[in-house]
Nanobody, 122 residues
Framework: QVQLVESGGGLVQAGGSLRLSCAAS????????MGWFRQAPGKEREFVAA????????TYADSVKGRFTISRDSAKNTVYLEMNSLKPEDTAVYYC???????????????WGQGTQVTVAS
């Protein structure tokens, strides 16, 4: 079992930055691949970024590539999403999730946090 709690969301102006954190508990965290997803009002949840269990591989959605960076600190059981050059279309609830696979496929993720709201004002 892995429990996930996101934090760091908020209101920011377009062009600004935020760093989201996802604190994990559970003895198997170190062997889990981690992902960030987001869901805007009226839209389906979509993939944002993923990092493998060893922090050796990352992958990003095209819409955030070059602006967002995913990282993890296994000593702190925490995954981060650094978001720069934010745009109004980045407004959504952001979720972190854990999977046994390194993948962008949402259905492969077994554990989810409760989400944190990110609002980007134009």
């Amino acid at each position: 079992q892995v429990q996930l709690v996101e934090s760091g969301g908020g209101l920011v102006q377009a062009g600004g930055s935020l760093r989201l954190s996802c604190a994990a508990s559970g003895r198997t965290f170190g062997r889990n691949n981690m992902g960030w997803f987001r869901q805007a009002p009226g839209k389906e949840r979509e993939f944002v970024a993923a990092i493998d269990w060893a922090a050796s591989s990352t992958t990003y959605a095209d819409s955030v590539k070059g602006r967002f960076t995913i990282s993890r600190d296994s000593a702190k059981n925490t995954v981060y999403l650094e978001m720069n050059s934010l745009k109004p279309e980045d407004t959504a609830v952001y979720y972190c999730a854990a999977s046994r696979s390194f993948t962008a496929t949402i259905r492969a993720y077994d554990y989810w946090g409760q989400g944190t709201q990110v609002t980007v004002a134009s």
